[in-house]
Structure formats: C-alpha cells, structure tokens
C-alpha cells in the first residue's frame, strides 16, 4: 500500500515539475490564426537573395475574447514532412520544447488585441538556411512567453503550399570567373616560360 501511495506522489510530482516549467504540446494549441505565404506551391528560392512575404490575421470564427493573452506573435520557416524523413535533428514532437520542425526564426510583432486587420511581414531568407521543403507558420505567446496558439501556410498534415529553398554555396560568380582565369594565365605563362626556355637551350646548342 505504501508503494502504491509513493507511486501515485511520485506521478503527481512529474505532472507538477511539468507544469511549472511550463510544457507545453502542440497538440494542446488551437488553430487561431490565419497564415498566408507568397511561395507559390512548389516555387524554389535561393537563400541569402529571395524574400518571403505573407499575412497572418486572428480568424474571425472564434468567439470574441479568444486572444486576449497573446502579446507577441512570432513567424517561423517550419521543415515540411518530406525534408524530415530520415533526419531526426529536424524531428517533429508534441512537446514544444523539444520540437524541431520550426528552427529558423523569421520575425516577431506585438499583438494589439484591438487590431483586428489583417497584418504583414516580409523576410529575407539568411544565407544559412538549409536546403529543404518549407511552410510558415506563427505562433502566438502570452506575457510569459508561453505559446498558446498557432496558425500556418499550409494544412495540417503539412503536405499543401510548400515551397523549397536551395542553398547557395557562399562565392561570387564573379569570383569564379576571375579564378578561371587566373589558372588559365597561369598555364599560359607557364607554357611560354617552357619555350623561352627551350629556344635558349638551342641557341646555346648552336
């Protein structure tokens, strides 16, 4: 009996650190928000030179009152399901905090309650991204910076408006040009010091 007891403490305290901590699950958060994109489905952009640009806006079909914790919303470029295959670094999990589906940061707005238009962003994608298959999504946080709810560009089983970035790989055209031409003078000069040098050695012959 007492083990039974020291068990059920035992839980009751895993469920309170937990709380405390503040964990939270996706699972938990409604969709509240309405997220747009301009990717069209499929389109490919280079990172480190596109932009992405969108909206997000409260959806209107919840009842009045609905967002009176949000105090931030934050935009985050989100791996789609087919980039996460095979690689658990980019591993989607309900509790957020160890979720890895959106790690690249786009930007955060403060939320004004009484601003019910709709709202814009616009982002340059940084060099560093990765290639894969995106969508965005925004989460909004409360004065804790706590999530309490979601909204994203594409559906819930992440598989609709997706949209790929390709990696560049960090050099100028310029840079690969003027290298070629380089080699090309060096193998140049090299080709004319070996005949110089050969037309002195005949000379001397004679």
Not at 6 to 28: D, E, H, P, R
Not at 62 to 81: E, N, Q, R, V
Not at 175 to 203: H, M, N, P, Q, T
Request: charged share 20%.
């Amino acid at each position: 009996m007492a083990a039974h007891r020291l068990v059920v403490a035992s839980l009751l305290l895993c469920c309170l650190a937990q709380i405390c901590y503040g964990k939270v699950l996706f699972s938990s958060l409604k969709r509240t928000l309405d997220v747009t994109a301009s990717p069209k489905q499929g389109q490919v952009l280079l990172s480190g030179v596109d932009k992405i640009s969108g909206t997000w806006a409260l959806n209107k079909t919840f009842p009045a009152g609905t967002d009176s914790s949000y105090k931030t919303i934050k935009l985050k470029l989100c791996y789609a399901h087919i980039s996460q295959l095979d690689r658990a670094w980019r591993k989607t999990v309900d509790d957020l905090s160890k979720d890895k589906t959106c790690q690249h940061k786009m930007v955060a707005m403060p939320y004004d309650a009484a601003n019910k238009t709709v709202h814009t962003f616009e982002w340059l994608i940084e060099r560093d991204v990765p290639q894969a298959t995106y969508f965005v999504r925004a989460y909004a946080f409360d004065a804790n910076d706590v999530q309490v709810a979601y909204g994203q560009s594409t559906n819930a089983n992440k598989s609709s408006n997706l949209f790929e970035i390709n990696a560049i790989s960090g050099r100028h055209a310029s840079l690969d040009i003027a290298s070629v031409c380089f080699s090309a003078f060096s193998v140049l000069s090299l080709g004319v010091f070996f005949y110089i040098e050969k037309r002195k050695g005949k000379s001397q012959k004679q």
